[in-house]
């Protein structure tokens, strides 16, 4: 896709103006660093980034029938959400693969509020528009940004804006008046760390994403370090990690399956995942700590001790908080048990590997004190 043929969010200016280097990625064009991949990894870590996502699809799913006609496309168990949460959860083809991974909550109490993946957005809404029966309406929601502030004081920055997001808990979310106007908003994100994701108005987005960065703990944070934080919290990326072939159970996403659903095993691909749960799967999702050598990228190749070569990595690279190379990848589940040892091949040398647990740096996530 040429530059002029990609598609722009509704902070293209704002990106441009704070000197960001630009790239094409799931068809947007997109900042993939402003000061550098290190320095606004670290920052998000130790303070609070603010991301770009707009990119990302977001709808609507509304009528009497929504949450029953939702679920039969994924394996979550929406009947009993709660109003005011949202869940993780993947949209599943008719054998079990994973056309994509989504978010879904109910931040009203009109329908589902779901976020998915940018290079998957347009056939995610066709499937929906071609599969909901009933009353269940799809609305794309193409008229709205979507902006993250993530990191250990997202939390304080946002209170100043608004004192309510005090009492969201992680993946608590709600339809609220912030920075006046109608926003849809809740406490999660993909990095690993506690913060907001914040659906605002397109007109508003440039407003907002300025009023934000006047906080001096705040600083922009591209595409490169979001995909290192991500990788570092052991989630995967779509097309990557996981994709159409991929089962929740090779994925490692067993928690997404809902015990109602699997027990009523009336969901796409509910044969073929519920056999792996029982005889196990052929391959699994593990993490890689590599031990030595260059980073481990996706396409390397996943070799035993004894050379025979057994998967490939999906996903890796330099881990700034660890300060070593880690990677997600495939292997059979004979090789999957943690410290087993293994070798991966960069530009066909091997280096020396540990399946290790994921994540590889600790979560964290803001969970409300129990009453």
Not at 302 to 330: F, H, Q
Request: aromatic share 8%; glycine share 10%; hydrophobic share 40%.
């Amino acid at each position: 896709m040429t530059d002029e043929t990609l598609k722009t969010t509704p902070l293209n200016a704002a990106h441009r103006a704070l000197g960001a280097r630009m790239v094409g990625f799931g068809g947007y064009d997109m900042p993939v660093q402003y000061e550098g991949v290190l320095a606004e990894h670290r920052w998000t870590r130790e303070h609070a980034g603010l991301f770009d996502v707009s990119h990302m699809g977001q709808c609507k799913i509304t009528g009497a029938d929504a949450i029953s006609q939702f679920e039969r496309f994924v394996p979550g168990d929406y009947q009993i959400l709660k109003s005011g949460k949202q869940k993780y959860s993947l949209l599943l083809n008719t054998d079990g693969g994973i056309i994509d991974d989504l978010m879904a909550g109910k931040p009203d109490h009109d329908g589902l509020f779901v976020v998915v993946n940018a290079g998957n957005k347009d056939e995610d809404f066709a499937f929906w528009a071609a599969n909901l029966e009933g009353d269940a309406t799809l609305t794309v929601l193409d008229d709205r940004a979507l902006i993250a502030i993530q990191g250990p004081e997202a939390a304080e920055v946002m209170l100043k804006h608004e004192p309510v997001l005090a009492e969201f808990g992680f993946m608590d979310c709600a339809r609220l008046m912030l920075f006046g106007v109608d926003c849809f908003v809740s406490r999660s994100g993909y990095t690993g760390e506690d913060g907001y994701e914040i659906s605002v108005p397109a007109a508003d987005a440039e407003r907002i994403w300025n009023t934000i960065l006047e906080d001096a703990r705040v600083k922009p944070i591209g595409l490169g370090a979001r995909d290192s934080l991500r990788l570092e919290a052991g989630l995967p990326l779509h097309g990557h990690d996981i994709d159409p072939t991929t089962s929740p159970v090779e994925g490692a996403l067993t928690f997404a399956l809902s015990k109602s659903r699997k027990e009523a095993a009336n969901f796409n691909g509910a044969e073929r995942i519920l056999k792996e749960l029982a005889e196990g799967p052929s391959r699994v999702r593990v993490g890689l700590s590599v031990k030595e050598g260059a980073p481990a990228r996706e396409g390397a190749e996943v070799a035993d001790l004894d050379g025979n070569l057994i998967g490939k990595v999906t996903s890796g690279g330099p881990s700034p908080t660890l300060g070593r190379n880690i990677a997600m990848g495939y292997v059979p589940p004979a090789f999957a048990e943690l410290g087993t040892e293994l070798k991966v091949l960069v530009r066909g040398k091997p280096a020396a590997a540990e399946v290790v647990a994921m994540p590889f740096v600790a979560s964290r996530y803001y969970r409300k004190p129990k009453a």
